[in-house]
């Protein structure tokens, strides 16, 4: 005797059918959309902190000693950063740095904490340490930091070029830690022209007249434009985004006639894929964006930024 299945029962199984697999398909793309897959390092990633956009890539450049009102409205000075970073991109008006001089304010971004560093001496090494590179390490994600004028792969001396000019290891943090390997600090030479090739996480930091240190505001300006500006294009079309900021500002001496007075407030711009482009008031600092990228991938919370708040409202 033949089993047959009533013409009712047959369409109820048929609509079930369809609705699980419309279901797996709104489940599947929910997935991708929320960058829960990693596709810089090829695995299954840890999904970003809600609030936090999860981007491919994440380039951040650090500049040298400026007041946020001697960067933001000076297209005088800086035309590429007000005329394309900033107007395409999220200005943050109350980003500070942690303290002075350069040297801690590079160690607070990169781990959370100055390291008890109160000066640009050289070198410093810290073991076992947590920081950005080793967290997207051990993630399976990868880091790399890019400096400009250094003379080689994996370099550790302490200075090299023109005195001022050139190459610094107090400009490049990621090379005081033992658990981020020597394969990790490359030369911006090796800036790879196919952005898609590039790890989850860069820091870019150019030499100490690029970085507009010993150099005027607008040769720090060109430069961006001329080995960033690319990146950049690219970037709001690629889930990429590009993070521009100050070490410190312009003064050691907060006092209002020789430049200060502003509480070491700098620059600080977000600029790509899913920022909306405005003005933001809220109180940041160099933990902040440690603390964002940290939730960006899943990661834990390095020193104080562990109490930071991430940047949560300038995505879309």
């Not at 400026?66 to 007000?82: H, L, M, Q, S, T």
């Not at 076992?128 to 997207?136: H, I, T, Y």
């Not at 390490?137 to 302490?158: D, K, Q, V």
């Not at 970037?235 to 993070?243: D, G, P, Q, T």
Request: hydrophobic share 40%.
């Amino acid at each position: 005797m033949t089993s047959r299945t009533p013409v009712r029962a047959r369409l109820s199984i048929a609509s079930a059918a369809a609705l699980a697999a419309v279901a797996l398909v709104l489940a599947a793309g929910t997935a991708s959309a929320a960058g829960w897959v990693s596709r810089t390092s090829g695995t299954t990633g840890t999904p970003a902190t809600p609030g936090v956009h999860r981007f491919d890539h994440v380039v951040i450049v650090i500049m040298e000693n400026k007041n946020y009102n001697a960067i933001i409205g000076r297209p005088d000075e800086a035309p590429y950063i007000n005329d394309t970073l900033a107007r395409g991109g999220a200005v943050f008006t109350s980003s500070f740095a942690v303290t002075h001089p350069s040297q801690p304010n590079y160690l607070a971004l990169f781990s959370g904490s100055t390291q008890r560093v109160t000066n640009d001496s050289c070198p410093r090494n810290f073991k076992n340490v947590p920081n950005l590179g080793a967290e997207l390490i051990r993630a399976g994600l990868r880091f790399t930091g890019y400096a400009e004028t250094m003379p080689s792969a994996g370099y550790t001396g302490c200075d090299h070029g023109v005195p001022l000019f050139g190459y610094t290891r107090t400009h490049n943090p990621w090379v005081d830690f033992s658990n981020v390997p020597a394969a990790s600090n490359l030369t911006f030479a090796s800036f790879p022209r196919d952005f898609a090739r590039l790890p989850a996480v860069s820091i870019v930091v150019p030499n100490e007249c690029h970085d507009m240190h010993s150099c005027p505001r607008d040769n720090g300006d060109r430069w961006i434009k001329a080995n960033l500006g690319g990146y950049a294009s690219w970037a709001r079309s690629h889930n990429s985004l590009l993070i521009v900021t100050w070490d410190e500002d312009g003064t050691r001496l907060e006092i209002p006639l020789l430049g200060g007075g502003d509480g070491n407030k700098v620059p600080t711009i977000f600029y790509g894929a899913h920022v909306r482009t405005g003005s933001y008031g809220e109180h940041i600092t160099h933990y902040s964006i440690l603390r964002t990228l940290e939730d960006m991938y899943g990661l834990a919370h390095a020193g104080a930024s562990a109490s930071a708040k991430p940047v949560t409202d300038v995505w879309q």
